[in-house]
């Protein structure tokens, strides 16, 4: 049992890739010292205003808990695709705790190392395998104060010949094919720090901000402040004594590490960094933000304006944001309201004058259709073939000559006669 268990480290590195991505990536991780870009921003404020830059993580807030080992959980699930698909768990175990077998029958056949917390080893044991212990083992590691969680799966089959006993992978997990009545050892191992005991929580947490000046390269960078979880804070130059910049006291335990900048100056222009690092978690994060001062805004008037209304001085007192509008009314005079008047009286006289117009216009051409009605009657018929009769009246008019006229025998008078004969005959014609 022993060599089975010194044995472990190289059957997790030959058979487990997902050990090698784990140890990777944590030595990738604390051998970085900027840590990775998670946010970067442009910011431009106008000189003289106040700038705050933005950084928040929950995952560095530290409480001092006691209890802090249950935080970190071990458990084992086993998937059974047949006769019926099934999840069971099959054990669990944190620190503070002794690990715990759901399942009667594997009482003392399946175990974890107790060592697990101290050595990051918590491979699962199964001692005597049964047919029934055919399925997909998942080693499931939960750190909730660090917020990380990680899983390895692997794949147990049970044979009876031992022609047939062998590991392998498959593309996805490895495969375990393992003699009936065989003991097998499924490798979980995590040698993180943070998995382990003996460290200080509050000792490996660490946030910090960086300036760079335009024309500074990033390894000249100037420190401005350097923040514990401890409670210890160091402050480099003046700005922070000044109460030029400032950053919450409490930061640490909110999460939020936001850096202040008041009175803002063109000096002030430049890269700010922020860097959060928990080295038990793993932590290493960066945001960045370019700040741009802008030329101030323009100085808002100190009286407030004077509005006249019914001749009384009225002092504004509410203050308006954004674009300032001033509403002046001027006072009303006596001559307004005769204006008004002269301009209603002169559209009615316009419109009285257009009316009388219009009925005049209508009665005269009613008068004129009346005396064409009336001529109508006098003039002549024509008869087919372009003759025209005239009426007797008309020629008895024409013909007629009064019977006691004294120039009956008178040439000159006959021819008179005739010719305005003639011309009421023209006149009626036409």
């Known amino acids: 049992m022993h060599l089975d268990m010194t044995l472990l480290p190289i059957v997790a590195m030959l058979f487990m890739p997902g050990a090698w991505g784990q140890s990777g990536s944590s030595g990738s991780s604390s051998s970085s010292t900027l840590g990775l870009v998670v946010e970067a921003k442009n910011i431009t404020l106008p000189a003289g205003s106040k700038a705050v830059l933005p950084c928040h993580s929950p995952r560095m807030v530290w409480t001092q808990d006691r209890l802090k080992d249950r935080q970190r959980v071990v458990h084992w699930d086993l998937v059974r695709s047949s006769p019926e698909y099934s999840v069971e768990r099959v054990l669990d175990m944190s620190p503070g705790a002794r690990q715990r077998v ?26 005597n395998v049964v047919t029934t212990d055919k399925g997909v083992y998942t080693c499931n590691l939960h ?20 022609r047939k006993e062998k590991r392998y992978w498959d593309g996805e997990r490895t495969v375990f094919v393992v003699l009936l009545g065989k003991s097998v050892v499924l490798p979980c191992v995590n040698r993180r720090s943070l998995w382990r005991e003996g460290l200080q929580e509050d000792q490996q947490q660490v946030a910090h901000w960086d300036f760079q000046p ?59 960094s922020c860097h959060l690092h928990h080295h038990y978690c793993g932590l290493h994060e960066r945001r960045i933000f370019r700040l741009t001062v802008g030329p101030p805004l323009p100085s808002a008037p100190t009286t407030a304006p004077r509005v006249f209304q019914n001749d009384v001085l009225v002092r504004r007192t509410e203050e308006v944001e ?33 009316v009388v117009a219009v009925i005049v216009l209508t009665r005269r051409r009613k008068k004129r259709g009346l005396e064409y009605d009336l001529r109508r009657p006098n003039q002549g018929h024509v008869i087919g073939g372009g003759e025209m009769s005239l009426d007797c009246t008309e020629l008895r008019t024409c013909n007629q000559e009064p019977m006691n006229s004294e120039h009956k025998n008178n040439l000159l008078k006959e021819s008179d006669m005739a010719k305005d004969c003639n011309k009421d005959f023209v006149k009626l014609w036409k």
């Open 214 to 272: 335009p024309g500074v390269r990033p390894d000249r960078a100037g420190r401005l402040v350097d923040l514990y979880a401890s409670g210890e804070r160091r402050d480099y130059g003046p700005l922070f004594g000044q109460s030029k910049m400032s950053v919450e006291e409490d930061a640490f335990t909110l999460g939020d590490f936001s850096l202040s900048i008041s009175n803002l100056k063109p000096v002030d222009k430049g890269l700010y």
């Open 322 to 354: 954004g674009p300032r509008v001033v509403n002046v009314i001027l006072p009303e005079h006596r001559g307004y309201f005769v204006q008004h008047l002269g301009y209603f009286l002169a559209t009615f006289l316009l419109l009285a004058f257009i």
């Open 102 to 127: 759901y399942n009667g029958f594997n009482k003392g056949r399946i175990s974890v190392p107790v060592s697990a917390f101290d050595d990051g080893n918590f491979s699962l044991v199964i001692d």
């Open 143 to 162: 750190h909730h104060y660090c917020q990380i969680h990680q899983s390895i799966q692997i794949q147990l089959n049970v044979t009876k010949s031992a």
